[in-house]
């Protein structure tokens, strides 16, 4: 007999004489009640167990996270919160599980435990939750962007070109440590490594993204990018899922009605899909912030926070009024920032974003019109900027409790202008021909912004750190799993 999903169990319409689920034991209570997950919902289903024609050694053996395949009829429940529950005629143990050594108690567990138990964690209600909100969310970019007739371009993993140009790579190399070829002068001889040339885990699919805009009109990539900056933060991986949308033809406005529409999409779409795993992490939420002070509290509750971002545009400042507004701003005044903003120029760092965001605007926040010098070299200058003062068509799309979810921009689109600063940044104009090529052979206006999925999924699920959003992550020091 194959076995039904919990959660179309507890969905059923009527009684059902025969059924057979198959999960997990969450809990075993008076010998009798056994909780079954199976991972299809949030939800458990409740078994009732016949204890009294049951061997003892049976009854023994339905211990938390124990393998099992129940059998019976789904009965309406008398019990509350649920309308189904299973009169169970068969038991079977699957699969044992020690009670004393599972690691996952039926028991509030740290959070800081449960990543060091990431193999298990997923089997919590709140990891069951926030993977499946993930998975949802992943969907709703494809379905985004599959509606408006974007081509899915997989771009490499394994490039010679560092997108960002901010050298933050993993190298890869099938060259050895202990015999490693040197040229003349003593380097490395990467013309004997694998590829004949010096290659890295790709930072983004932009640049090779880029090419396939200028055929295709309208691309997205959605894959995994590689940063080895040391920064142990509680929004920063060492491997993280990008999705770069690319299209020809858009300006930096085009660019942002995107962005935006793009980003209340896949919100609107967990929201749908995932309701009951929202208001379950909303609970969760509201919950752990019961132990915080008031104003370290959030003003809204999760799916008011979600809703609010649907309901309302997002804010568009230029980065020149955002940097009055900062420079004016009380902790900047105060020297209550790390770094004070004292002129035009300065970079945002995130308590700046942040300031923005949470304290001034207190809605999403668009900044565009970056100084030059701050941003990557495949920008479009600014017309009519003074000099000294050189703008880039540059955006960020900055949120409450995350700082920066999307970076973008329009690309520079003139050959001589984007050839100059290459030479000025000292990026080697041989490396990327193909990329000059797209500006040789009909070049034209196109733009485009990356968005990083974790920093999405902890806005939806309303986690606080990117590793809890992401199945096994790798931060500096952490390669387990
Ligand atoms: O702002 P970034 O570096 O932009 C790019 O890579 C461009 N090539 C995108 C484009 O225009 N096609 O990264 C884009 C986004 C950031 O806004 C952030 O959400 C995320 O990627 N991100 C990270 N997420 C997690 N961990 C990290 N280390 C991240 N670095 C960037
Ligand atoms: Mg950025």
Redesign the pocket.
């Known amino acids: 007999m194959r076995h039904t999903k919990v959660k179309d169990l507890l969905n059923s319409t009527t009684t059902l004489h025969e059924v057979n689920a198959k999960g997990w034991v969450r809990t075993f209570r008076n010998n009798q009640f056994i909780a079954l997950n199976d991972g299809s919902t949030i939800n458990n289903i409740q078994c009732v167990v016949d204890f009294e024609n049951t061997p003892d050694e049976t009854l023994r053996r339905i211990t938390t996270g124990a393998a099992v395949s129940v059998t019976g009829t789904l009965v309406e429940s008398k019990g509350a919160g649920q309308k189904f529950e299973i009169q169970v005629t068969k038991l079977e143990i699957l699969g044992d599980s020690d009670a004393e050594k599972f690691p996952m108690q039926p028991k509030k567990h740290s959070l800081e435990f449960l990543r060091e138990n990431a193999h298990l964690r997923v089997r919590t209600n709140a990891f069951g939750a926030i993977m499946r909100v993930r998975s949802v969310l992943s969907f709703a970019v494809h379905s985004y962007f599959q509606e408006k007739g974007f081509v899915y371009v997989n771009t490499p993993i394994i490039t010679g070109s560092d997108?960002?140009g901010?050298g933050e790579m993993f190298k890869v190399t099938a060259l050895s440590f202990d015999n490693t070829p040197r040229t003349e002068d003593g380097k490395v001889n990467y013309k004997e490594d694998f590829f004949g040339k010096e290659t890295n885990l790709t930072?983004?699919?932009?640049l090779e993204?880029e090419t396939f805009a200028m055929a295709l009109g309208q691309i997205y990539t959605f894959g995994p990018?590689f940063?080895a900056?040391n920064?142990n933060t509680s929004?920063?991986?060492?491997e993280?899922w990008?999705i770069?949308p690319?299209v020809a033809f858009n300006d930096l406005n085009d660019n942002m009605d995107l962005a935006e529409d793009f980003i209340q999409y896949v919100i609107k779409y967990a929201l749908d899909k995932c309701s009951e795993d929202l208001k379950f992490l909303e609970g969760r939420l509201l919950e752990e912030e019961k132990s915080k002070p008031q104003a370290e509290r959030s003003e809204m509750a999760l799916l008011d926070k979600l809703n609010f971002v649907l309901e309302n545009n997002f804010k568009r400042v230029s980065y020149t009024e955002a940097i009055d507004i900062l420079r004016d701003s009380t902790p900047n005044k105060k020297k209550k920032f790390n770094y004070i903003i004292n002129e035009w120029g300065a970079d945002l760092q995130s308590e700046h974003e942040r300031y923005l965001v949470e304290k001034h605007f207190k809605c999403p926040v668009i900044l565009f019109d970056y100084p030059a010098n701050i941003k990557?070299f495949y920008m479009r200058l600014n017309d009519n900027t003074e000099p000294g003062r050189e703008t880039v068509r540059a955006m960020?799309?900055l949120f409450p409790g995350i700082g920066?979810?999307?970076?973008?921009?329009q690309r520079e689109e003139r050959f001589d202008v984007l050839v100059e600063k290459m030479k000025a940044l000292g990026i080697d104009e041989e490396e990327l021909w193909w990329y000059l090529d797209t500006r040789r052979f009909g070049s034209a206006v196109h733009s485009?912004?990356?968005?990083?999925f974790?920093?999405l999924v902890l806005f939806v699920t309303g986690m606080t750190n990117?590793r809890d959003v992401i199945p096994f992550p790798r931060t500096p020091m952490n390669a387990e799993f």
Not at 203 to 206: A, F, T
Not at 235 to 238: E, G, I, K, Q, V
């Open positions: 997108a960002e901010a930072v983004s699919g932009q993204g990018t940063r900056e920064s929004r920063h991986l060492a993280f990008m770069e690319e990557a960020d799309i920066e979810i999307v970076g973008g921009s485009g912004f990356g968005l990083g974790e920093r990117i």
